[in-house]
C-alpha cells in the first residue's frame, strides 16, 4: 500500500489545463486526467501487493495464529509455507487481492483528488490539513467499496494445503453469503479496519506530502525533476518517489497496526471462533480461560500468546 500511497500523494498537483481552442478542450483534458490517474492508481496497487504478496500471506498466518505456523516468526514461516504447501503457497489469495486493489488503488486516487478539492473550496481548508483529512475519507471510501474483496482474500490466504474450506474465489463469496448472513457477512470487521484506514491513510498522506514538500524546498535540483505535463512544475525523481512513499507507509502502517490485527480475526470469525462478536464477551472468555494470566498488549502484534482486544461498535 505504500507505491498507492505514494502514487496518490504524487498527484498532489494535478497537472496544469493549458488554453484549448474548442469548448471541448478543457473536458476532454480533464477527463483524460481521471482516466489515467484511475489507471496509475490501479496499476501501482497491483505491482506493490504482488511484490510484497509472500509477507502479507505471513502476516495473515501469524496475526491468525494459524496453528500450523504460530509457533513461528516470520522468518521460519516465509520458509516452512514453501516446505508444506510449495513456493505458490506464498501467493495463496494473490488472485482475489488483484482483483481488490486495482479499484481500491484506483477508487483511493481518484477518491484524494476529489476530497482534496472538496475541502479546499468549500471548508477552505488548506495546506497539510486538507492533506490529512483528503487521505483519510479517500482510505475509507475505498476499503467500503472493495471490503467483500478483502475478505475474501484473508479467508483463502488463511487456508492451509490438505484443509481447504474455499476451493476458489468464486466458491469462497457463495459460501460466505449462504453461511454467514447474506450480504452483510462479508462486511465482518468494517468498523476496526475504517478506524484503522483513518490514520493510516491519514498519515500516509500526511507524511508523504510533508517530505515532498520540504524535499523540493530545500533541495530541488538534488531531488525533484521538471513535470512532464508542465515543465514549470517539479515532482519528486522516481526513486526519491518511492523511498518517501516506503517511509510514509512504514510509519502510517505501524501507528495503524492493531487495528489491522483486529480486523482479520474478525474477518477470520468463523474460523476462529474463541473470538467473539462484542468486547465485554471476549474479555470475559479469555478470563474464564486464561484466569491469573491476562494481559491486553495493543502495541506487540508479533507476540503469538497474547490476545488483542476488539475495537468494534
Known amino acids: 500500500m505504500a507505491a498507492a500511497a505514494a502514487a496518490l500523494a504524487a498527484a498532489d498537483h494535478p497537472p496544469a489545463q493549458p488554453p484549448a481552442a474548442g469548448a471541448a478542450g478543457p473536458t476532454a483534458r480533464r477527463d483524460f486526467y481521471w482516466l489515467r490517474s484511475f489507471l496509475a492508481g490501479g496499476i501501482a496497487g497491483c505491482c506493490a501487493k504482488t511484490t510484497v504478496a509472500p509477507l502479507d500471506r505471513v502476516k495473515v498466518l501469524l496475526q491468525a495464529h494459524n496453528h500450523h505456523y504460530k509457533h513461528l516468526g516470520v522468518f521460519s ?174 510509519i502510517a502502517q505501524t501507528i495503524s497496526y492493531p487495528f489491522d490485527v483486529t480486523r482479520r480475526r474478525m474477518q477470520l470469525g468463523t474460523v476462529l471462533p474463541e473470538f467473539e462478536k462484542c468486547l465485554a464477551h471476549h474479555v470475559t472468555a479469555v478470563f474464564q480461560h486464561h484466569e491469573g494470566d491476562y494481559e491486553v498488549r495493543l502495541w506487540a502484534p508479533w507476540d503469538s500468546e497474547r490476545i488483542v482486544p476488539r475495537f468494534i461498535s
Open 77 to 250: 514461516t516465509l520458509c516452512a509455507v514453501p516446505q508444506k504447501e510449495g513456493y505458490l503457497g506464498l501467493y495463496k489469495g494473490n488472485g482475489a487481492m488483484m482483483i481488490r486493489i486495482f479499484p481500491y488503488g484506483a477508487i483511493q486516487f481518484m477518491a484524494f483528488e476529489h476530497y482534496k478539492t472538496l475541502i479546499t473550496t468549500k471548508l477552505g481548508v488548506s495546506g497539510h490539513i486538507h492533506r490529512l483529512m483528503a487521505g483519510s475519507m479517500a482510505g475509507m471510501t475505498a476499503v467500503i467499496c472493495t471490503y467483500p474483496l478483502d475478505m475474501v482474500r484473508v479467508r483463502l490466504a488463511f487456508q492451509v494445503k490438505g484443509e481447504h474450506t474455499y476451493t476458489g474465489i468464486i466458491h469462497a463469496f457463495k459460501t460466505i453469503y449462504a453461511k454467514e448472513g447474506g450480504f452483510l457477512g462479508f462486511y465482518r470487521g468494517l468498523m476496526p479496519t475504517l478506524l484503522g484506514m483513518a490514520p493510516y491513510a491519514g498519515v500516509s498522506f500526511f507524511t508523504f506530502g510533508t517530505l515532498k514538500s520540504v524535499g523540493l524546498s530545500h533541495a530541488p535540483t538534488l531531488l525533484g525533476r521538471p513535470s512532464s505535463d508542465n515543465p514549470n512544475v517539479l515532482v519528486l525523481k522516481t526513486h526519491i518517489n518511492l523511498l518517501c512513499g516506503g517511509i510514509a507507509g512504514a
